[in-house]
């Protein structure tokens, strides 16, 4: 659905802030940009969108070259969500704001009121159809924006720090709308710098570091690399330090590190099954009590 | 001197075509395909004059004071320190408000608006990108005119200044002179 | 007497409850965390503490805010300024817009309360090294990072010389490098300064809070210690739990902990309270 190749960019008699980045994503796919600011994450998602064109190499978004269409084109297919949500409110109600887009596409009334009851249901702002977008809060706004993007269908949704500010529910709110769109053949790419998220949420990682692509592999794989994360700046997610510190099999989220965690205690092979594991213990430990923790 | 140049020289050329050309005068002398006035030139030659000297003295103003001096100035002078702000924060915005309005039609060009090019070729396009601005604008002044109540601006009729610029020797002297002189060329011209 | 006591609070804000009897306490050299998610109210309450009084037109509000005895309403601008100082979130908004370099507009809050000359220029050095901006002392403003501008807004609001700092989600736009650098300037402040934290996380909370709030759809929920809040099930469902506390509770269930050894919220704790719980087991 994506694919940069050799991709490189440089604002005017500047110093290069991407250079060749090689990389792609599948439909169906999420993946995570993460780094540091001034990594290049913002200007990837401006060249994903075409609203930037590439100083050398290209971006082919579902075979297109950006460079041949303007950006406004591919919007048909490409929904980006930025991270100041409000830059791009400019109607009186949500529910008009929503509808501008469908209606660019030529739309007729039926069709547009569908796809947007749709997208004000799927991101819970129905009962905000009537208000003016800038007297929500921002974390409504910024689903506003979703669902402004969304009412679109596209095949390919970027995010720019969308998660950021929002509360617990909120999120499981948006990681739901994510995972449906993945299941419909979306493609994902969403810049975060919120590390739990993106371990929660991506099948793929790209870390940047300075413009260049430091590693593209799965999210166990690029935070277990330290080296690259400390050369980058960043942390791991919580739970694979602690893993680590524990000397435990890495574990990306808390149940997996209990796991890990069960079987160091009671000595196992954490690589066997439960059920392999249990029938050890039992071996160890005949007088062993219900959780095989010896009596 | 470019900048007074390049924007002096279109003023002058105008008024020239406009007062000694265009516009009917009792001493208008045909010399070939053209036709000239002295008065005239003459008006178009004051006017000029004018114009050159209140840019110049602007520019020159503009090239040897920094904002941040003149503020600091009116503030020690106990001038209204809202005055202050309105000559600064448009200064110190503008670059900002440029990037908002540079992001907002990036926005906008995302979801679909065809607004390439110069914003004067999409007139019907132009609301997509001024609401968004000026609702930034309004909501900004907002907030900041909170915060700087949270920051005593204006609690006190006066206010302390660090490192204001100090005023030179002659240059009280220099300002009554000239604000006489400005008196009596008012008299002179109302006598005739 | 408390520094800052609120009483039976209400406020309400374009016909919708905003608040609804709030009352609180907070003593000197507290370090107070109020926590709560989108709508909770955690942005008015901030504004409240701080004295930002809501103009009366878009208000219908009982109970009260006093610093010290006094109502806010009571003291003049330039005595409320110098009890309360607010930090919000978005750092461009909170400069003054008409100072040209870094020193000037940390300077600019003492010199509106016409202090003399010296004090200013000792609090504006002083605030300047404590928030690392000795190197961009006569750069822009305008020209910083986010992360650099909300450091300036943070060295601001310290030159008042405060009582209390209220920080409503300070690091909320910034990257995690900008908020760790946030966080370690203000979790160094000296005991003198009371804190209060508005946050919709408790990640950074944990680091500096003694005292913790939950307040959910304009009211508190729980008031206590970290593991007293951060455990209530409606806080759990509104902030989430940091991973380290998670992987404790499921521990818990999963009956691979220890009685006694507490619920740890950072990563340092986890390390120790996980072997803790492993000596306590062997």
């Known amino acids: 659905m994506l694919v940069a190749e050799n991709l490189g960019f440089a604002y005017a008699s500047q110093e290069p802030v991407l250079a060749q980045v090689t990389f792609s994503v599948a439909a169906s796919r999420m993946t995570a940009v993460v780094g540091r600011n001034g990594a290049g994450k913002s200007t990837l998602l401006r060249l994903c969108n075409g609203l930037l064109t590439p100083s050398t190499g290209c971006v082919l978004v579902d075979g297109v070259d950006t460079r041949s269409v303007p950006a406004s084109n591919l919007a048909k297919v490409v929904g980006t969500v930025f991270e100041s949500p409000e830059h791009q409110f400019f109607k009186a109600q949500v529910a008009e704001e929503v509808s ?25 702002l ?98 277990s690399a330290s080296t690259l994360l400390q050369n980058a700046g960043l942390a791991a997610p919580e739970c694979l330090q602690l893993s680590s510190r524990l000397g435990l099999r890495p574990a990306l989220y808390p149940k997996h590190l209990v796991v890990s965690w069960r079987h160091y205690l009671s000595g196992t092979d954490p690589t066997k099954s439960d059920s392999e594991a249990q029938r050890e213990r039992i071996l160890k430990f005949p007088s062993a009590s219900k959780d095989g923790e010896p009596s | 001197m470019r900048l007074w140049s390049a924007t002096v020289a279109p003023l002058v050329v105008a008024l020239v075509i406009l007062h000694g050309w265009l516009l009917h005068a009792p001493d208008m002398t045909v010399w070939g395909a053209l036709r000239w006035s002295r008065v005239g030139l003459e008006a178009a030659a004051r006017t000029s004059g004018r114009i050159s000297l209140l840019l110049a003295s602007s520019l020159l103003m503009l090239v040897t004071t920094h904002p941040s001096q003149m503020v600091k100035a ?90 204001c610029p100090s005023d030179s020797r002659h240059g009280p002297l220099v300002r009554w002179l000239l604000l006489a002189a400005a008196v009596l060329q008012g008299g002179l011209a109302l006598w005739h | 007497m408390a520094l800052i006591e609120v009483r039976d609070l209400e406020f309400h804000e374009h016909g919708r409850e905003v608040l609804s009897g709030i009352s ?67 750092p461009f908004q909170q400069l003054s817009g008409r100072e040209f370099t870094v020193r000037d507009e940390i300077a600019f809050g003492p010199g509106n309360l016409a202090l003399d000359p010296r004090e200013i220029h ?37 030159a008042m010389n405060p009582r209390v700092l209220v920080l409503d989600e300070p690091t909320a736009s910034l990257d995690p490098q900008s908020a760790e650098c946030v966080w370690r300037v203000l979790s160094g402040l000296s005991t003198c300064t009371t804190i209060v934290l508005f946050d919709v996380s408790p990640r950074a909370a944990v680091r500096m809070a003694h005292r913790f709030l939950f307040l959910r759809e304009g009211r508190f929920i729980a008031d206590g210690s970290a593991e007293d809040v951060l455990l209530h099930p409606l806080a759990i469902s509104s902030l ?43």
């Not at chain 2, 110069?118 to 997509?128: E, F, I, M, N, Y």
Request: proline share 4%; net charge neutral; hydrophobic share 45%.
């Open chain 1, 100 to 124: 501008f887009g469908p209606k660019q596409l030529g739309l007729n009334h039926r069709q547009v009121t569908q796809r947007v009851t749709e997208a004000l249901a799927r991101t819970g």
């Open chain 1, 126 to 223: 129905q009962e905000f159809a009537s208000v003016h977008p800038l007297d929500l809060d921002r974390t409504s706004q910024r689903f506003v924006a979703l669902a402004s993007a969304l009412v679109m269908k596209p095949r390919l949704l970027l995010l720019d720090e969308i998660q950021q500010g929002m509360d617990a529910l909120a999120v499981r709110r948006l990681e739901t709308l994510l995972s449906e769109e993945k299941a419909a053949g979306v493609a994902v790419v969403f810049v975060c710098h919120d590390m739990e998220f993106v371990a929660r949420n991506s099948d793929d990682v790209l870390l940047f570091h300075g413009g260049q692509l430091l590693s593209a592999d799965s999210p166990m794989v690029v935070f």
């Open chain 2, 74 to 163: 009116l503030d020690a002078e106990g001038v209204s320190p809202g005055l202050s702000y309105l000559i600064a924060s448009p200064l110190l915005l503008v670059e900002s408000f440029a990037e908002k309005a540079h992001a907002i039609r990036d926005a906008q060009r995302a979801r679909g608006l065809a607004i390439e090019g110069p914003l004067w070729k999409h007139p019907t396009t132009l609301v997509a990108v001024l609401v968004p601005l000026v609702v930034f604008g309004l909501d900004d002044a907002h907030r900041r005119s909170a915060a700087l109540t949270g920051r005593a601006f204006r609690a006190l009729s006066r206010r302390t200044v660090l490192g």
């Open chain 3, 24 to 90: 609180l306490s907070i003593e000197e050299g507290q370090r107070v965390a109020i926590l709560g998610g989108n709508h909770s109210g955690k942005t008015a309450l901030a504004r409240w503490l701080a004295g930002w009084l809501p103009a009366h037109s878009t208000v219908a509000r009982s109970g009260s805010v006093t610093f010290q005895g006094q109502a806010w309403s009571e003291l003049p601008l330039a005595e409320r300024a110098s009890a309360v100082q607010l930090v919000g979130q978005v």
């Open chain 3, 122 to 158: 000792r609090r504006v050095e002083h605030v300047m090294t404590l928030c690392g901006l000795d190197s961009l002392a006569d750069r822009d403003p305008y020209t910083l990072s986010a992360g650099e501008q909300q450091m300036v807004v943070i060295a601001n609001a310290l």
């Open chain 3, 240 to 282: 989430g739990l940091p991973p380290t506390a998670e992987a404790a509770w499921l521990a818990k269930q999963e009956q691979v902990w220890a009685l006694g050894v507490g619920t740890p919220f950072t990563v340092d704790g986890a390390v120790t309270a996980f072997r803790e719980v492993e000596r306590a087991r062997r």
